[in-house]
Nanobody, 122 residues
Framework: VQLQASGGGLVQAGGSLRLSCAAS????????MGWFRQAPGKEREFVAV????????LYGDSAKGRFTISRDNAKNTVYLQMNGLKPEDTAIYYC????????????????WGQGTLVTVSS
């Protein structure tokens, strides 16, 4: 399974970005897709998770109320819509795939994408 994250960039505080994660290869055994982020000097943080059926959505505390995870099965792509961005959202955002929601939330993922940088200016 290969995961390709894209959509990062520079945005002003209060702005929005939509990240995409395109999956290819044998994805049927990795049912849950998640987003994580890692800011400079900080530990990796869970952001959101979704199953390929569209259920099982869960958000990390930093994402609740501002971020929305979704998927397009026809395109094998998972999205992360980020609104109301804050400077503290600045990080490299990674997508990942795992066999259960619990394993994804715990970052026990089978596959990881390369990351896309999001920079939020104040």
């Amino acid at each position: 399974v290969q995961l390709q994250a894209s959509g990062g960039g520079l945005v002003q505080a209060g702005g929005s970005l939509r990240l995409s994660c395109a999956a290819s290869g044998r994805t049927f055994s990795s049912n849950y897709m998640g987003w994580f982020r890692q800011a400079p000097g900080k530990e990796r943080e869970f952001v959101a998770v979704i199953s390929w059926s569209g259920g099982g959505i869960l958000y990390g505390d930093s994402a609740k109320g501002r971020f929305t995870i979704s998927r397009d099965n026809a395109k094998n792509t998972v999205y992360l819509q980020m609104n109301g961005l804050k400077p503290e959202d600045t990080a490299i955002y990674y997508c990942a795939a795992g066999s259960s929601r619990g394993r994804v939330v715990a970052a026990m993922c089978d596959y990881w994408g390369q990351g896309t940088l999001v920079t939020v200016s104040s």
